[in-house]
């Protein structure tokens, strides 16, 4: 996920879990209150019937944010973006993006919206999700946190705590212009397993030394001491953003997380970009457009 000069992972709750929830997160869930009827029928000792889910499975309208993945990067041509071919709002019918999926391809094209930037780090997530929240959207999906570990070297990864610092911004950004938007968001990819994938593309390799991913990508066969201490750093960071991404995710009742279900998706050199051997191309473009799917429409939320 290269810089930009470079261009380069809901609750079906009972309604007296939710109003715990409600209590403890007010700041970041949009929570509904109860009408005057149900006070009145709990006060009088009668049960109250159990609140609908906040989760709706079929948005009508999505907008996504993040990095140079939901961009589309790589996926048709060298060091560009390709948004028709991202997972969560592209119209490429190779991809079946999450957008057409939810919405058929018309619903698509009238009601989703991508405010995503390659390049982008944690940072200016909150920027996008301001973008995001005009749009009034039913749903937005996050992912982002590459770019954070792909840096020039180890030192220079975002720290967790500004990570976390960042993402609980992000959500309170979107919170407080759009409530009752919901959120899903996407664990960040196993950049040690995409190394490993693609470093026997030896054109891959090549486009890999004008600095894309750097920190895990740099010196792809040294396999001393030092380099293989360096790919694990960044993959232990990425560990520690995903559990960030959880963590924070799970304090909003309309926040789903995949529980890293992207994380843990083994790609093969068929999901790969042609052009990087890095970047999901439109194979797995539409591998992360399936996960998606699988979890915004599940019952309950990943494990």
């Known amino acids: 996920m290269p810089d930009r000069a470079v261009r380069h992972r809901s609750r079906t709750a009972l309604a007296a879990l939710a109003a715990l929830s409600c209590l403890g997160t007010a700041a970041l869930a949009g929570c509904d209150s109860g009408s005057d009827s149900t006070t009145k029928g709990a006060a009088a000792g009668h049960p109250s019937p159990a609140a609908a889910p906040l989760w709706d499975r079929s948005p009508k309208s999505i907008a996504a944010v993040g990095d140079s993945i939901t961009r589309g990067f790589d996926a048709c041509s060298v060091l560009a973006d390709c948004p028709e071919a991202s997972w969560s709002t592209g119209s490429d019918t190779k991809v079946n993006s999450l957008a057409v999926r939810l919405l058929g391809a018309s619903g698509a094209a009238d009601r989703s919206w991508n405010h995503a930037e390659t390049g982008a780090r944690i940072a200016q997530l909150p920027e996008q999700m301001a973008l995001a929240a005009k749009e009034d959207p039913d749903l937005v999906t996050v992912m982002i946190g590459a770019n954070d570990a792909c840096r020039d070297s180890v030192r220079v990864m975002t720290p967790v705590a500004d990570f976390r610092a960042s993402f609980e911004a992000s959500m309170r950004q979107l919170r407080s212009a759009a409530p009752k938007t919901q959120v899903y968001v996407s664990s960040v990819p196993d950049l040690k397993r995409l190394w490993s994938t693609g470093r026997g593309n030896q054109l891959g390799?090549?486009?890999?030394?004008?600095?894309?991913?750097?920190?895990?990508?740099?010196?792809?066969?040294?396999?001393?001491?030092?380099?293989?201490?360096?790919?694990?750093?960044?993959?232990?960071?990425?560990?520690e953003y995903n559990g960030v991404l959880g963590e924070v995710c799970a304090k909003d009742v309309r926040c789903r997380y995949d529980g890293g279900a992207v994380f843990d998706y083994r790609f093969?050199?068929?999901?790969?970009?042609?052009?990087?051997?890095?970047?999901?191309?439109?194979?797995?473009q539409a591998r992360l457009a399936e996960i998606a799917y699988r979890n915004v429409t599940a019952a309950r939320p990943p494990a």
């Open 268 to 284: 093969t050199g068929k999901q790969l970009s042609q052009w990087d051997w890095f970047h999901p191309g439109r194979n797995g």
């Open 205 to 239: 390799k090549q486009i890999w030394k004008l600095g894309i991913c750097k920190s895990m990508l740099a010196d792809a066969d040294d396999m001393s001491a030092s380099a293989v201490a360096r790919r694990s750093a960044v993959q232990e960071r990425v560990v």
